[in-house]
């Protein structure tokens, strides 16, 4: 698949969003407006980055990666993956293992020990996917709902 990832810009926002509410959000998502101040936001980040997958012109796929300086494990920096969005009509065809075989290599590029993720445990499918790509189950995820 001639599958091109590269990091979003501005004027990807509406195409990103779309991802999102098709394959994350259940239909619902940010204003573009907000969309835009958050992901200005986010360039000011040391590495935080959003990338996106273009496939024949339109835009398919897209994560954020962050990679996290750490003082514990001798300093060793660790990557972590967010927001994994796949066109619906588009999976099953290999992009999400491109675009995760691409922040791997971006991770590893970084010095990054680990990269991490998580997944909502109603998401068998995505489950089933992040194992097929050699993502080990590691411990428990906690989460405290703040809203």
Do not use: W
Request: proline share 2%; aromatic share 10%; charged share 25%.
């Amino acid at each position: 698949m001639n599958l091109n990832i590269r990091l979003a810009r501005l004027e990807d926002l509406s195409a990103i969003l779309f991802i999102y509410a098709q394959a994350l959000d259940n239909g619902k998502v940010l204003s573009v407006e907000n969309a835009q101040e958050i992901f200005l936001k986010q360039k000011q980040y040391p590495d935080y980055k959003v990338f996106i997958a273009e496939f024949e012109d339109e835009i398919v796929g897209t994560f954020a990666l962050l990679i996290m300086e750490n003082m514990a494990h001798l300093g060793t920096p660790s990557a972590v993956v967010e927001d994994v969005g796949v066109l619906p009509k588009m999976q099953g065809k290999g992009i999400g293992k491109l675009m995760m075989e691409y922040a791997l290599n971006y991770a590893k590029e970084k010095g990054c020990y680990k990269m991490s993720l998580s997944s909502n445990l109603r998401r068998e499918k995505a489950h089933q996917f992040y194992e097929s790509l050699g993502f080990k189950k590691h411990g428990f995820s906690f989460l405290m709902d703040l809203t």
